[in-house]
């Protein structure tokens, strides 16, 4: 019997989306997650490996932000990466390596990170 | 925009508007400043708030102080700020106490990749060197 493909019985795959519910609202002004050197991060001389006190920017109130692209809230941060409130302004906070990485390894899990596009401010 | 005024701050490369608004907000910014004949040096700005938050992330973690080379505290940590300590700061002679070296563009130290830096930003609109 040949088979005739219908909603009822084709293949499809659940997509899993992540986890949000414990990630605070925060904001990024921008799609770019690329961290500058010495401007986001530094490198520690001793190791060669970032260092996890420094990070890029993210901002819990989304109007500091959008004069530079938008408001765009961080849905997922993966395992790797903490986030910490730096600074004078309590709405700043900054995306840092969890534990001391390379700039490359830091760059990956920025990249694995996921920004609504959708609901930007 | 004048960049010909001696000593001029140096921005980590690929400093523009959104970098300059994001390290008020950090409340650091590593840069160099380079003198007349091409002798740089590493600085630091923090301002208190930060420089607390650090000096905390520090002792917990076991290290009795918080330092970096050229440390300079602002009250805020702006453009006009940097410059207008380093200006000052060159007057005094602050800068004689200070290991100048030479002005490669791509610092290299041990193996460590260190940022470019640059002394005008990418985008028109803010004016970098110091004024006098």
């Given amino acids: 019997m040949e088979r005739t493909p219908s909603l009822l019985t084709c293949d499809y795959f659940i997509v899993k989306l992540p986890d949000t519910s414990n990630v605070q609202a925060l904001f990024r002004g921008e799609i770019d997650l690329i961290p500058r050197l010495g401007v986001d991060v530094l490198i520690d001389p001793n190791t060669g490996l970032l260092r996890t006190d420094r990070g890029i920017s993210l901002f819990s109130d989304p109007a500091k932000v959008e004069r530079f692209g938008g408001a765009y809230r961080v849905e997922f941060i993966p395992e790797g990466l903490k986030t910490e409130q730096r600074g004078r302004d309590t709405s700043h906070y900054e995306l840092m390596p969890a534990a001391p990485m390379t700039y490359e390894q830091y760059v990956e899990l920025l990249a694995q990170v996921v920004l609504d596009l959708d609901k930007g401010e | 925009m004048n960049t010909d005024n001696y000593p001029r701050v140096l921005f980590p490369e690929g400093f523009d508007e959104r970098s300059a608004f994001e390290c ?21 700005f923090s301002d208190p708030v930060r420089l607390q938050q ?11 102080c918080f330092a ?13 700020a940097a410059q207008n300590a380093v200006q000052f700061l060159w007057r005094e002679g602050f800068f004689k106490h200070l290991r100048a070296y030479g002005g490669d563009k791509s610092e290299t130290t041990d193996g460590v990749f ?12 803010v004016e970098l060197t110091a004024s006098d």
């Fill in chain 2, 114 to 125: 260190v940022p470019t830096f640059i002394a005008s930003i990418e985008q028109p609109g």
């Fill in chain 2, 24 to 44: 008020s907000m950090k409340g650091w910014l590593s840069a160099q400043v380079e003198s007349e004949s091409g002798e740089r040096y590493s600085i630091y």
């Fill in chain 2, 54 to 64: 650090d000096l905390d992330d520090q002792v917990r973690r076991g290290v009795p």
């Fill in chain 2, 68 to 80: 970096e080379p050229g440390l300079i505290v602002l009250p805020e940590v702006t453009i006009e």
